[in-house]
């Protein structure tokens, strides 16, 4: 490195880098957004020169500080920081391809696509949610593993965007009462969003909104970076969770728009870059960072490299035992599931158990939680209905993480963005729950955790009518069809309690797709009543039970409605009609099975009907144009459940009609 070149570097001239960086990559593409990042420079330069912990080196240093840009809008702000700094998974053509098809700088950070991005982000109001989550894990770890291995912060830029979102409270809320102190929050403070002045739809005193939350609050010039360095110095003493609002110009350095939301999410135009570029006495071609200036982010970004040093030394130093669980917890290896499994399976099998599935699930997690450590399970003031919460397990406490299960409060949204953050920031596996109905509260995070490809998993209890008396608003009819939708996202309904432990074990084991359990209120028979070598609920929907004779019917059913199948099966069989009972606790999981398993297991040739307390859509995959469905229409209705199945028609009755009439 030139000592002396890199003396004459300011670190305004570092911050005018990103600036150039980014209008200059929005001009290319000819779409993006420029303001925030030139407006943000000055901040994120002193963060990522005087007090982030990273080792662009090292991106997956389990230690790290994980710095989340909630704004992802400004997703140039993070690609020029991480090419400034050195990562080798942005180069310089990556930036000038940004926002095309295979650039790792996509219109929004997408997580998995370059190395420091810590997090996709996008829609406003994730990022903050999903840090907060960072920051829990960071406190659960370090409680298991010791503030010598597990010591960092997370750090957030958030817009006045993200902060208006509904999910921004939750997200708040929950981290104030935590006490997550090592959270602090960059707020761009600067009044603009795209239809112009934030006085146009918000008046609120956000600092004040924050502090009621149990948070400090701080504020700086944003554009003075020795007043945002006083300020982060201060932030990290806190023993509360810290918004900084950071009072900045969008588009900081364009000299005609500069202020206003016309900088927002536009390309500059040739004659304004020319001006910011006079403006701000940047004189390189674009995509050109001139040596000292490069030279002086780089040694900025090798800072790290002795603290990462130091840091494998103090892994090295750990207890042989410890450190082998902190690893194979950072590996995401759970060597004891599939045997604790098996043997609880083998329990179920010696005795039954008649029990709902959401029970059945409880059960499971008294296992699974003894033989996976890295579980934290949780629940949105659903404890006792959601059944998350197995024997012994402890609660995270404000300040006290020593736990592995939390009360996330009535913040579903909040909560699943949570789960997210905690699967991210690696070491633990989480899961939890609410009602099945109020996915559509969590689909957003949800949404992300399969298209980030996270382990999550969403416990979704009273699954259907089933739940009876709560009534319509709470008995899901869409939400099969709604979840199943979704790519990269396992959507299993089992049957009975061996399916239960199945699914749950699947669930774990997928280490890169997110699942939804949907489980009854109700208690249901236990219908896998012999041992069987294989996950069966692995294979999405396999033969339950065998026609007596040639098959002419085939049933299809999940969850809840398997009973009522094998019941109709029992009235079809006595009157000489050969059935089948397929069960169908995942499509997902059915569609990556094999073709010839596929078509064996549907039956050709078969009259089929399936029956699910849920709408059709999607079950013409098993049952074709002309089979039959038993299932819902319309919203359901207030009654207790032995009424409503009756009055809905979901019964063995109806579903053996069905099968007669298509003989
Ligand atoms: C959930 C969601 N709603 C809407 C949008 C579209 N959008 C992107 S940026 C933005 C305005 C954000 O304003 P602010 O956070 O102040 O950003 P700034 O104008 O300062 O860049 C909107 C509405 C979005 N990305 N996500």
New binding site residues.
């Given amino acids: 490195m030139n000592e002396t070149a890199v003396q004459m570097v300011t670190s305004r001239d570092m911050a005018n880098a990103i600036r150039a960086l980014s209008m200059d990559a929005v001009q290319a593409a000819n779409s993006g ?1 420029p ?2 990042p030139m ?1 943000m420079a000055d901040v994120a330069t002193v963060l990522f020169t005087q007090f982030l912990k990273y080792d662009p080196k090292h991106p997956d240093w389990a230690d790290r500080d994980r710095f989340v840009l909630s ?1 992802g ?2 997703s140039m702000l993070l690609y020029s920081l991480l090419h400034l700094t050195g990562y080798d998974s942005i180069s310089m053509d990556d930036i000038r391809n940004f926002r095309q098809l295979g650039s790792p700088c996509a219109g929004h950070p997408e997580f998995g696509h370059a190395a420091g991005i810590e997090t996709t982000t ?4 994730q990022g903050i949610a999903t840090a907060v989550g960072m920051a829990l894990a960071e406190r659960l770890l370090a409680a298991r593993y010791g503030d010598a291995v597990v010591d960092h912060h997370t750090w957030v830029i958030a ?4 902060l208006m ?1 509904g999910i921004s409270q939750e997200a708040i809320s929950l981290a104030g009462h935590l006490k997550l102190n090592k959270l602090i929050v960059l707020w ?1 403070d ?1 009044k ?3 239809d112009g002045p ?1 006085d146009l739809s918000s008046s609120e005193d956000q600092a004040a909104r924050f502090r009621a939350a149990g948070w400090n609050t701080l504020e700086a010039d944003g554009h003075d970076q020795n007043a945002v360095a006083d300020a982060i110095r201060k932030a990290k003493a806190s023993d509360k969770p810290v918004l900084i609002a950071c009072r900045t110009i ?1 588009g900081y350095g364009a000299p005609n728009v500069q202020g206003t ?1 016309a900088v ?2 536009a390309a500059l135009g040739d004659k304004e870059v020319a001006a910011a570029r006079e403006h701000m006495g940047w004189t390189s071609p674009a995509f050109e960072i001139p040596a000292d200036i490069l030279s002086a982010w780089r040694s900025a970004g090798a800072q790290g490299a002795s603290a990462y040093q130091a840091w494998q030394g103090r892994v090295s130093a750990m207890d042989a035992a410890k450190r082998a669980a902190f690893e194979q917890g950072q590996r995401g290896e759970l060597p004891n599931l599939d045997a604790a499994i098996k043997d609880y399976i083998a329990s179920l099998i010696a005795k039954p158990a008649n029990v709902a599935t959401r029970k059945a699930s409880e059960m499971a997690l008294d296992v699974i939680n003894a033989a996976v450590p890295e579980t934290i399970g949780g629940s949105a003031d659903l404890t006792g209905s959601n059944n998350t919460k197995s024997k012994g397990q402890g609660v995270v406490k404000p300040g006290d993480f020593a736990g592995s299960f939390i009360h996330y409060g009535i913040r579903e949204h909040g909560m699943a963005a949570a789960m997210n953050g905690i699967a991210l920031h690696g070491g633990l596996i989480p899961y939890s729950g609410t009602f099945m109905v109020f996915t559509d509260y969590c689909r957003p995070a949800i949404r992300l955790s399969a298209l980030m490809a996270l382990r999550v998993i969403y416990v979704m209890t009273h699954d259907s009518i089933g739940l009876g008396e709560d009534g319509p608003t709470h008995q899901p009819v869409e939400h099969l069809a709604a979840l199943r939708a979704m790519p990269n996202l396992d959507v299993m309904r089992p049957a009975d309690a061996v399916e239960t432990a199945e699914c749950w074990q699947v669930a774990l084991e997928s280490a890169h797709t997110p699942s939804i359990l949907a489980l009854s209120r109700q208690n249901l028979p236990q219908l896998r009543l012999t041992n069987s070598a294989e996950n069966l609920c692995a294979r999405g929907a396999y033969e339950l039970i065998p026609a007596d004779g040639t098959a002419k019917v085939t049933l299809f059913a999940t969850g809840s409605e398997v009973a009522i199948a094998a019941d109709a099966r029992t009235a079809l069989q006595a009157e000489g009609i050969p059935t089948r009972v397929v069960s169908v606790p995942s499509f997902e999981l059915f569609e990556r099975q094999t073709p010839a398993y596929q078509k064996q297991v549907l039956g050709d040739g078969t009259a089929r009907v399936a029956v699910e307390a849920g709408v059709r859509q999607g079950w013409e995959r098993f049952i074709g144009t002309d089979g039959g469905f038993v299932g819902m229409s319309t919203f359901g209705a207030s009654a207790p459940i032995k009424a409503l199945y009756e009055h809905f028609g979901i019964t063995a009755e109806r579903v053996a009609a069905e099968a007669k009439a298509r003989l």
């Fill in positions: 957004h303001g925030m407006g704004a809008h400004g996008g829609p406003l109001g817009g006045d965007g993200c979102e761009d600067n603009i969003t795209i934030v969008i939301s927002h999410g």
